[in-house]
């Protein structure tokens, strides 16, 4: 007998009463048609990452101030190389205005779904070092935001129940270059700065004109991206994570005593900072 495929309309033949498409493929195609229209009617969960510095502190103004809604879960992860100033300002100002409006900050350990490596499996060095390469200073490439962040907090996201996410990022105007789409149909990434228009100059008002204090500019207290101010600002301020920074180091140098964590490719306690 001839039957019309009822996903691209040509005709064939078969033998089976019930069947309904020509291929394979027209039939695959309709089964995961099928299965994404059902993911579309499950529920969209809002989940907010905070990272604890300028752009984050302003997402969380704006919520506070009913400007941005509330999101159904936020979180920000720990993975285990924070700097002591983030966290200060997180348990002291952002964490006690959340709970204000009754909405919780999760802190999710990244030890507790991945892991903080500084070599991943095949033996590179996942932060963006330096070292000198056939006569070059060169940059790696950074990989351990991925690997420390963003798959911990998914694998989270994941453990809650959660089918389909709607995740904010504190990303401003000024860093458009770092938006980028999401890999997963399940996973939408979202940007309120950048729909907002605000830059980070534009966040910092915002923070002070609510009454909150500046918070620190975020990053890991080992990241080699990190400016000579910063660097001697841990130095000055925070000597336990400065000391941590120089042990880290030395860690990488068992492996390799050609990477350094700073541009001048020399040893932390070695660096003289230029103010």
Partial sequence: ????????????????SKREY????????IIARDRENIKVLEPLTTVWSCGGGVQSTAIAVLICQGKLPKPDYAIMTDCGWEKSATWEYVYGVIIPKLRSIDLNLHIIKTIDYSHNDLFDKSGHLVLPAYKYIN???????THCNDAWKVKP???????????????????????????????????IKRYPLIEMGLTREDCLFLIGKSGWPKP?????????????????????K???????????????????PEIFLHRSLKPLDQVVFNR
Wanted: overall charge positive; aromatic content about 12%.
């Fill in 1 to 16: 007998m001839f039957k019309v495929c009822k996903y691209c309309g040509e005709k064939f033949e078969t033998n089976r």
């Fill in 22 to 29: 020509c291929s394979h493929s027209c039939a695959n195609t």
């Fill in 135 to 141: 006569g070059k200073a060169v940059r790696f490439n």
């Fill in 153 to 187: 907090a998914k694998r989270w996201i994941r453990e809650q129940g959660i089918q389909r996410c709607e995740n904010w990022l504190g990303i401003s105007v000024n860093e458009f270059k770092r938006v980028k789409e999401s890999n997963h149909k399940w996973f």
């Fill in 216 to 236: 620190p500019r975020t990053s890991c207290y080992i990241c080699p991206q990190q400016d000579d101010a910063t660097w001697l600002s841990i130095k000055l």
């Fill in 238 to 256: 925070y000597p336990d994570d400065w000391i941590r920074a120089i042990e880290v180091e030395q860690q990488i140098h068992i492996k390799d």
